[in-house]
């Protein structure tokens, strides 16, 4: 048979056999990917009345052609392989020894140790100096080191493990160990790349997961924590003639707008048209804010140092303040901790973490504020937790209580704030009041429109709904991509085994030529096959616990380190079941392709 029709049959095969794949992935591919938006939709508990099957005719004609030309390309090679091949070499293929290619021990150790020492830096740069990591081109570095790193230490590992195991006699000569170790240092020689990029996937694949996984289970303690009542409304005091926005734009307010900016929030509402028989636990508080207090006189002699570290800090902004009683009240609506305060004392209440970092360096060794002439000492050596204003998690930057005898003028309230619950007993009767907040068809919507009146606030409903969405999606991708780079790599890894397997077919055939049995044949390749599953894993591993970490510290005030320990195990749970399943398919695959006909 010539070339030519050795080819056409390859080609014919190849196509069929890819026809067939594309077919059933389709099909698969199609209703998993429902489940997985069933399943991440559950996760956080949306709303699934609305769901339906959803088939993109877009993506299906998209995947037909990325599979086609990646094919394609695995065709032209196959093809151009086979044309290079002699008869003569086919034939005696199964008949020739591997060439095991022995590498400088010295100059091996020399690459491990500088391999292990780059990732260390990497490691340390991605932990200890994160701070230093604000944008694109600062990540960057790190990353390219830890796949040169990655990279060395798979070369490396090649050209010194059998030297040192064969100068461990008792090891080396016991069973099958010389065949597996040389089986394993022969493909370690000829897979570096390949076994350095199945690494990097299945660290992306742990880090991916767990931080996903982590920031799902934080935003949804975190929507329960920041969300304990149904209502927050906020508007501004002391409106004056003008003023200028962010944008340098000039704002003129009218006398009806100036006036109202004087009057609490429920007045406002009451005057226009609202029924508060449809709020209960109203309570409504005053937040002052002082010129001589800013965030700059607040940091004191720690600013400069502070500066260097978060340059990007609007130092400028002044202070919230609120008086103990006031915020005693918010507080056992909340069903949070409330304090007590002396007359010279203040709490600042922080729960953002960065920012809770920085002010607790202030704090820590003391500090002092003046407002109005009077000073006051911090009665904590650290920030407090406490919020106000409801969120979907912690952010609260900073809020100062002070004592109620601190001699706050009406001129220095920043604005009124108001916590409620609606008056309903049911999520029913609370989505009937809902829309008299949210709806542009309110009549007390209307009303405040017309006159030129703004209460800006956040429902709970509204809240839960906004989070929920946004936690979805990226949740979403997360999974689907961890899990994508965890098939890819174990279906890699399996692939090359099964093939090896076949490959030596006639080396496992002298094995028991020389007399191992079936029981030994069949530990020493579950053994090389399970050091070429867990070798990339191990790595991968040792990346996540500080890509991990990393992720969290960038992710600050949206996922918890407190939250990662049930992601982890998810994580591992998955990759267990996944990687797992991959591995034993390929055992048993194996063993069958070796097995004495």
């Known amino acids: 048979m010539g070339k030519r029709q050795i080819s056409k049959i390859i080609l014919i095969e190849t196509i069929l056999v890819g026809i067939i794949s594309l077919v059933i992935g389709l099909v698969i591919g199609i209703f998993a990917s429902q489940f997985m938006s069933i399943l991440v939709a559950k996760m956080f508990e949306a709303d699934m009345s609305e769901f339906q099957f959803i088939f993109s005719t877009e993506s299906c004609i998209k995947t037909c052609i990325y599979f086609a030309v990646m094919y394609f390309a695995v065709m032209f090679f196959n093809t151009f392989t086979i044309s290079r091949y002699k008869l003569i070499n086919l034939l005696n293929a199964t008949k020739k020894n591997q060439k095991v290619k022995i590498k400088n021990p010295l100059l091996s150790v020399l690459v491990f140790v500088l391999g292990s020492s780059i990732l260390g830096y990497a490691y340390w740069k991605v932990t200890g100096d994160v701070h230093s990591l604000t944008t694109a081109d600062k990540i960057l570095p790190p990353i390219i080191m830890g796949i040169v790193g990655t990279i060395a230490i798979f070369w490396s590992l090649s050209g010194f493990i059998l030297q040192v195991i064969k100068s461990r006699q008792k090891i080396y000569l016991k069973g099958t160990n010389m065949f597996v170790l040389r089986q394993i240092n022969n493909k370690i020689n000829t897979m570096v790349v390949s076994m350095s990029v199945i690494c990097l996937m299945l660290f992306m694949t742990i880090t991916i997961l767990s931080s996903s996984l982590a920031l799902r289970n934080t935003m949804q303690r975190e929507l329960i924590e920041m969300t304990p009542v149904d209502l927050n409304l906020y508007k501004t005091a002391n409106l004056p003639e003008s003023s200028i926005n962010r944008y340098g734009q000039t704002i003129n307010y009218t006398k009806e707008q100036r006036e109202d900016s004087k009057i609490s929030i429920i007045e406002t509402m ?328």
Request: charged content about 25%.
């Open 270 to 597: 009451i005057n226009n048209g609202f029924d508060m028989n449809n709020l209960k636990d109203v309570i409504e508080i005053p937040i002052y804010t002082c010129n001589e207090l800013t965030w700059e006189k607040f940091f004191g002699d720690k600013i400069e140092e502070i500066r260097l570290q978060f340059p990007m800090l609007a130092y400028n902004t002044e202070e919230q303040i609120v008086k103990i009683s006031d915020y005693n009240k918010i507080a056992k609506i909340y069903g949070i901790e409330t304090y007590d305060l002396k007359d010279d004392e203040y709490i600042m209440l922080c729960d953002f973490d960065s920012m809770k970092k920085v002010r607790n360096k202030v704090l820590e060794k003391g500090n002092t504020i003046k407002i109005t002439g009077k000073e006051y000492k911090s009665k904590y050596n650290e920030c407090k937790s406490g919020f106000v204003v409801m969120s979907t998690s912690h952010t609260n930057t900073g809020i100062i209580l002070v004592p109620d005898n601190c001699p706050l003028t009406e001129e220095m309230k920043e604005m009124t704030f108001l916590a409620a619950n609606y008056n309903a007993n049911t999520d029913e009767e609370k989505e009937k009041i809902e829309p008299l907040f949210t709806s542009n068809d309110s009549g007390f919507i209307q009303n405040l429109a017309n006159k030129g009146l703004e209460i800006d606030g956040l429902t709970k409903i509204s809240i839960i709904e906004s989070s929920v969405g946004l936690a979805t999606i990226v949740t979403f991708i997360a999974i689907y991509l961890g899990i994508i780079f965890l098939i890819a790599s174990s279906a890699i890894l399996a692939i090359q085994q099964l093939t090896e397997s076949s490959d030596n077919k006639q080396r496992y055939l002298v094995l028991r030529k020389i007399g191992c049995d079936e029981k030994m044949i069949n530990k020493a390749l579950f053994r090389q096959i399970g050091i070429f599953f867990g070798m990339p894993l191990i790595l991968a591993i040792i990346h996540s616990i500080f890509g991990i970490q990393f992720v969290i510290e960038m992710m600050s005030g949206l996922a918890s380190k407190a939250d990662l320990l049930p992601s982890v195990i998810s994580t591992v749970i998955v990759m267990g079941i996944i990687y797992g399943a991959y591995f034993l398919a390929t055992y048993f695959g194996s063993k069958n392709i070796i097995k004495e006909e």
